[in-house]
Nanobody, 130 residues
Framework: QVQLVESGGGLVQPGGSLRLSCTVSGFTSDHYAIGWFRQAPGKEREGVSCISFGDGRTWYADSVKGRLTISRDNAKNTVYLQMNSLEPGDTAVYYC???????????????????????WGQGTQVTVSA
């Protein structure tokens, strides 16, 4: 079955850095996207960043542009989220998900639409606190 495993979360001070990983197994496709979402206590799940595995196109939420960088290793079926200059507002459980219907012509504005994602990982906790 399809499985996504997130790792790399932890406790960091404001201004610190973390690198999250999302490794996918049991899923093969030439065209799909992986999105990072986060959910803080009392808040809705929010799209953070997405990447197309086929062509490497990316999308970022305005709140994280310039601080977070998404990348992928196709050979390892792994997506990374490098998080720098972390702020307390970044505290959340971070989830990765698969949009299996992504294609080469899908526009990046579709990435944060949660209804597109069929598979989710268990999440990894990121806490930014002094």
């Amino acid at each position: 079955q399809v499985q996504l495993v997130e790792s790399g979360g932890g406790l960091v001070q404001p201004g610190g850095s973390l690198r999250l990983s999302c490794t996918v197994s049991g899923f093969t496709s030439d065209h799909y996207a992986i999105g990072w979402f986060r959910q803080a206590p009392g808040k809705e799940r929010e799209g953070v960043s997405c990447i197309s595995f086929g062509d490497g196109r990316t999308w970022y939420a305005d709140s994280v542009k310039g601080r977070l960088t998404i990348s992928r290793d196709n050979a390892k079926n792994t997506v990374y989220l490098q998080m720098n200059s972390l702020e307390p507002g970044d505290t959340a459980v971070y989830y990765c998900g698969i949009d299996p219907n992504w294609s080469a012509i899908t526009i990046m504005a579709m990435c944060p639409m949660e209804w597109r994602y069929d598979y989710w990982g268990q999440g990894t906790q990121v806490t930014v606190s002094a």
